[in-house]
Protein backbone atom coordinates (compact mmCIF):
# COMPACT_ATOMS: atom_id res chain seq x y z
CA UNK A 1 0.00 0.00 0.00
CA UNK A 2 1.46 3.31 0.72
CA UNK A 3 3.64 4.96 3.39
CA UNK A 4 1.94 6.80 6.34
CA UNK A 5 1.44 10.00 5.41
CA UNK A 6 1.07 11.71 9.18
CA UNK A 7 -2.03 12.83 9.53
CA UNK A 8 -5.63 11.50 8.27
CA UNK A 9 -6.78 11.34 5.15
CA UNK A 10 -9.60 13.57 5.90
CA UNK A 11 -7.68 16.27 7.68
CA UNK A 12 -5.52 16.63 4.24
CA UNK A 13 -5.83 19.30 2.39
CA UNK A 14 -7.74 18.31 -0.75
CA UNK A 15 -5.69 19.43 -3.39
CA UNK A 16 -3.42 16.86 -1.46
CA UNK A 17 -5.55 14.34 -1.82
CA UNK A 18 -6.14 14.88 -5.88
CA UNK A 19 -2.53 15.15 -6.61
CA UNK A 20 -2.26 11.27 -5.15
CA UNK A 21 -5.65 11.30 -6.54
CA UNK A 22 -4.85 11.44 -10.35
CA UNK A 23 -1.60 9.02 -9.95
CA UNK A 24 -3.78 6.45 -8.37
CA UNK A 25 -6.65 6.97 -11.39
CA UNK A 26 -4.05 6.67 -13.79
CA UNK A 27 -2.73 3.54 -12.71
CA UNK A 28 -6.63 2.28 -12.19
CA UNK A 29 -7.08 3.30 -15.96
CA UNK A 30 -3.62 2.43 -16.94
CA UNK A 31 -3.95 -1.49 -15.62
CA UNK A 32 -7.34 -1.53 -17.32
CA UNK A 33 -6.46 -0.77 -21.16
CA UNK A 34 -3.68 -3.25 -20.78
CA UNK A 35 -6.56 -6.19 -19.12
CA UNK A 36 -8.29 -5.40 -22.28
CA UNK A 37 -5.71 -5.86 -24.27
CA UNK A 38 -4.31 -2.54 -25.55
CA UNK A 39 -0.49 -2.73 -26.03
CA UNK A 40 0.84 -0.20 -28.40
CA UNK A 41 2.03 2.89 -26.44
CA UNK A 42 -0.05 4.94 -29.16
CA UNK A 43 -3.26 3.31 -28.82
CA UNK A 44 -2.56 3.34 -24.89
CA UNK A 45 -2.32 7.02 -24.38
CA UNK A 46 -5.28 7.38 -26.60
CA UNK A 47 -7.58 5.34 -25.27
CA UNK A 48 -6.21 6.59 -21.71
CA UNK A 49 -7.41 10.11 -22.64
CA UNK A 50 -10.95 9.12 -22.90
CA UNK A 51 -10.71 8.39 -19.18
CA UNK A 52 -8.78 11.11 -17.91
CA UNK A 53 -10.25 14.18 -19.05
CA UNK A 54 -11.70 17.05 -17.45
CA UNK A 55 -14.95 16.37 -18.94
CA UNK A 56 -15.17 12.76 -18.91
CA UNK A 57 -14.60 13.09 -14.88
CA UNK A 58 -16.69 15.50 -14.90
CA UNK A 59 -19.55 13.18 -15.98
CA UNK A 60 -18.10 10.58 -13.36
CA UNK A 61 -18.44 13.14 -10.70
CA UNK A 62 -22.09 13.33 -11.67
CA UNK A 63 -22.66 10.03 -12.05
CA UNK A 64 -21.12 8.76 -8.28
CA UNK A 65 -22.50 11.84 -6.38
CA UNK A 66 -25.58 11.03 -5.15
CA UNK A 67 -24.29 6.87 -4.49
CA UNK A 68 -21.61 7.97 -2.13
CA UNK A 69 -21.77 7.96 1.91
CA UNK A 70 -22.08 11.51 3.23
CA UNK A 71 -17.82 11.85 4.59
CA UNK A 72 -17.00 10.95 0.32
CA UNK A 73 -19.52 13.66 -0.41
CA UNK A 74 -17.99 15.83 1.54
CA UNK A 75 -14.64 15.44 0.58
CA UNK A 76 -16.08 15.07 -3.38
CA UNK A 77 -16.99 18.43 -2.57
CA UNK A 78 -13.72 19.91 -0.75
CA UNK A 79 -11.70 19.19 -3.89
CA UNK A 80 -14.04 20.20 -6.28
CA UNK A 81 -14.26 23.76 -3.94
CA UNK A 82 -10.69 23.89 -3.79
CA UNK A 83 -8.85 26.53 -5.53
CA UNK A 84 -5.67 25.07 -7.64
CA UNK A 85 -5.10 28.89 -9.31
CA UNK A 86 -5.08 27.33 -13.41
CA UNK A 87 -7.24 25.25 -15.28
CA UNK A 88 -5.46 23.52 -18.43
CA UNK A 89 -6.39 25.22 -21.49
CA UNK A 90 -8.64 22.77 -23.38
CA UNK A 91 -10.86 22.41 -20.08
CA UNK A 92 -13.92 24.39 -18.78
CA UNK A 93 -13.53 25.71 -15.42
CA UNK A 94 -16.63 23.65 -13.95
CA UNK A 95 -15.39 20.10 -15.58
CA UNK A 96 -11.78 20.75 -13.96
CA UNK A 97 -13.24 21.50 -10.39
CA UNK A 98 -15.40 18.33 -10.69
CA UNK A 99 -12.51 16.06 -12.30
CA UNK A 100 -10.29 17.75 -9.10
CA UNK A 101 -12.98 16.95 -6.80
CA UNK A 102 -13.13 13.08 -8.11
CA UNK A 103 -9.34 12.61 -7.88
CA UNK A 104 -9.24 13.92 -4.39
CA UNK A 105 -12.27 11.65 -3.37
CA UNK A 106 -9.92 8.70 -5.10
CA UNK A 107 -6.78 10.22 -2.88
CA UNK A 108 -9.06 10.25 0.32
CA UNK A 109 -9.69 6.48 -0.03
CA UNK A 110 -6.45 5.65 -1.35
CA UNK A 111 -4.79 7.46 1.86
CA UNK A 112 -7.76 5.08 4.11
CA UNK A 113 -5.90 2.14 2.70
CA UNK A 114 -9.95 1.97 1.38
CA UNK A 115 -9.20 -0.75 -1.49
CA UNK A 116 -12.58 -2.17 -2.09
CA UNK A 117 -14.51 0.91 -1.80
CA UNK A 118 -11.75 2.77 -3.97
CA UNK A 119 -12.04 -0.66 -6.72
CA UNK A 120 -15.89 -0.31 -6.51
CA UNK A 121 -15.59 3.41 -7.50
CA UNK A 122 -13.19 2.93 -10.22
CA UNK A 123 -15.09 0.00 -11.90
CA UNK A 124 -18.55 2.37 -12.14
CA UNK A 125 -16.17 5.44 -13.15
CA UNK A 126 -14.61 3.30 -16.08
CA UNK A 127 -18.34 1.42 -16.61
CA UNK A 128 -19.63 5.73 -17.00
CA UNK A 129 -17.20 6.42 -19.13
CA UNK A 130 -17.40 3.41 -21.36
CA UNK A 131 -21.40 3.75 -21.27
CA UNK A 132 -21.09 7.11 -22.72
CA UNK A 133 -18.47 5.76 -25.60
CA UNK A 134 -20.71 2.91 -26.88
CA UNK A 135 -23.81 5.39 -26.58
CA UNK A 136 -21.40 7.86 -29.05
CA UNK A 137 -20.88 5.09 -31.65
Known amino acids: MMESIGKAPEELN ?7 GDAVYEVFIRSHLVARGV ?3 HDLQKEATRYVSAGAQA ?8 ELADEEREILKR ?14 VT ?6 GLEALVGYLYCRG ?13 ATVEKETDSDE
Not at 114 to 120: F, G, K, T
Request: hydrophobic letters at 30%; a positive charge; glycine letters at 6%.
Open 39 to 41: SRP
Open 14 to 20: PLLLAYL
Open 95 to 100: DYRMST
Open 114 to 126: DEERLSQLMQKAI
Open 59 to 66: KIYRELEG
Open 79 to 92: GRNAKSGSVPKKAK
